[in-house]
């Protein structure tokens, strides 16, 4: 599938999720959270398979998945305990700005089986979404010749996905870190792993703080006031204190992070392939001219997305 195509499909995941949502409201037909989410997932899931079908895309070509060594899940696992404190850290800074949305899932969530939220949160949304954005998305862009900037927008992209600006911001590390294990392993396997880590590891957080959240509405600001009084700061300098200490972490496992992918390309047979990402010399077919990722279609769904987060949440 070629970008132009890929444009279209992010402005046709919008234009479907605004119809359901209009359908769901004018029939006022209940669904259940877990059912909501599942159906958020559908509404990605099924126009990529239909787009893939239209354009004669075989799977192999938006999924890479050979066979990986033994040790990789492992390590993969690994590597997403070394980019929490970044993602922590930038989810954070968002926090000085805006509340944190997946308190807001919690809070939905309360009631429904921990078994049934680790499925659903924890593992088959991951699936998907790095099936669309680190496949279908960062592949397409990928034939452009242009791999950071394939690697930039299919990132930007998946964060914009989400619709709010909390979780845009650390889904944008996410993509980043997620197409890095794509081209240091060769396999989408490797960054569903670290997606499904991440995501596992916030649906278990939400289970374990159910009670507070309902008691606080969400409100992580409301969750830390009670414990901040004694300690005379605000819960803006808290977050500044925290935002500090976990960048300070942050750098030294980030860049244990960038070595144990280097180590596993090399475990992978993709050692010089995987320096050489933004070393080459990236041109576009057209005269030496670099392609643009950028399109009319794509220009419309990245305005509207941002009205709609601005009207919403600011």
């Not at 004669?56 to 938006?62: C, I, L, Q, R």
């Not at 600001?221 to 200490?245: C, K, N, P």
Request: with cysteine.
């Amino acid at each position: 599938m070629n970008k132009k195509a890929t444009n279209w499909l992010f402005l046709v995941f919008l234009a479907v999720e605004a119809a359901v949502i209009a359908l769901l409201r004018i029939t006022e037909f209940q669904i259940s959270i877990v059912g909501s989410l599942v159906l958020n997932q559908l509404i990605f899931l099924v126009p990529a398979v239909c787009f893939l079908i239209k354009t004669k895309t075989a799977f192999s070509d938006v999924a890479p998945h050979k066979r990986i060594h033994p040790a990789t899940p492992f390590l993969c696992i690994v590597f997403t305990g070394l980019c929490m404190p970044l993602i922590t850290v930038v989810n954070m800074i968002s926090q000085l700005f805006v509340s944190n949305a997946a308190n807001q899932i919690g809070i939905a969530l309360a009631g429904t089986p921990a078994w049934l939220i680790i499925l659903v949160v924890g593992i088959l949304g991951p699936m998907n979404e790095e099936f669309i954005y680190r496949g279908v998305f960062y592949q397409s862009y990928r034939k452009t010749g242009r791999i950071p900037a394939a690697m930039i927008m299919s990132a930007f992209l998946f964060g914009l996905m989400h619709l709010n600006f909390n979780q845009m911001s650390y889904a944008f590390v996410v993509g980043i870190m997620g197409v890095l294990l794509v081209e240091a392993t060769g396999s989408i396997v490797s960054t569903m792993i670290f997606h499904s880590c991440i995501n596992t590891t916030s649906a278990i957080q939400m289970i374990a703080q159910k009670d507070m959240l309902m008691e606080t509405g969400g409100d992580t600001r409301a969750i830390l006031d009670g414990l901040l009084t004694e300690t005379g700061l605000s819960y803006g300098q808290f977050l500044i204190i925290m935002i500090i200490v976990y960048g300070v972490i942050a750098l030294f496992t980030t860049a244990l992070a960038v070595l144990l992918l280097y180590g596993m390309a090399v475990i992978e047979g993709k050692g010089s392939e995987f320096k050489g990402i933004f070393k080459r010399k990236q041109k576009g077919s057209g005269g030496g001219k670099k392609a643009s990722l950028w399109s009319v279609p794509l220009v419309i769904a990245v305005v509207l997305s941002f009205l709609f987060m601005i009207v919403t949440y600011g």
